[in-house]
């Protein structure tokens, strides 16, 4: 209603990391990625292609994260940044620093570190 459509998260997922499912090393991917169970490394999308990345409220990552369009329920330990936007839902959890042009905070979602606005410059800092 309010937002703009490039707001929205994409409605299919590409691949989905289940809940018993650990994964130690980077991963990079396009369209939905949704994750339920643990990653210990990045997650990235290629630049050309603004993906989805949803944290469900077990999933935990380690590591950074660099995705267009973020939505996290779970834990992340490292610094999240998003071109697009991101959505914090009440159970969300970040350890490290967050860069966003949007940002929507759920009561309950914790955040410990810095708040950083890239605006339209889209930084790389």
Do not use: W
Not at 61 to 76: C, D, F, L, P, Q
Not at 103 to 112: K, N, Y
């Amino acid at each position: 209603m309010f937002f703009k459509k490039s707001n929205r998260t994409q409605n299919t997922i590409d691949t989905l990391v289940g809940a018993d499912t650990k994964i130690e090393g980077n991963i990079s991917f396009s369209g939905g990625l949704r994750v339920d169970g643990t990653v210990l490394g990045a997650i990235t999308e290629p630049n050309d292609t603004p993906s989805t990345l949803i944290l469900s409220e077990h999933g935990r990552i380690e590591g950074s994260v660099t995705v267009a369009k973020v939505v996290i329920n779970g834990s992340v330990t490292g610094p999240v940044r998003s071109a697009q936007f991101i959505e914090l839902q009440t159970k969300a959890r970040i350890i490290g620093d967050v860069y966003y042009n949007s940002l929507e905070i759920h009561t309950g979602a914790v955040i410990e570190g810095k708040l950083v606005y890239l605006g339209d410059t889209q930084n790389n800092s």
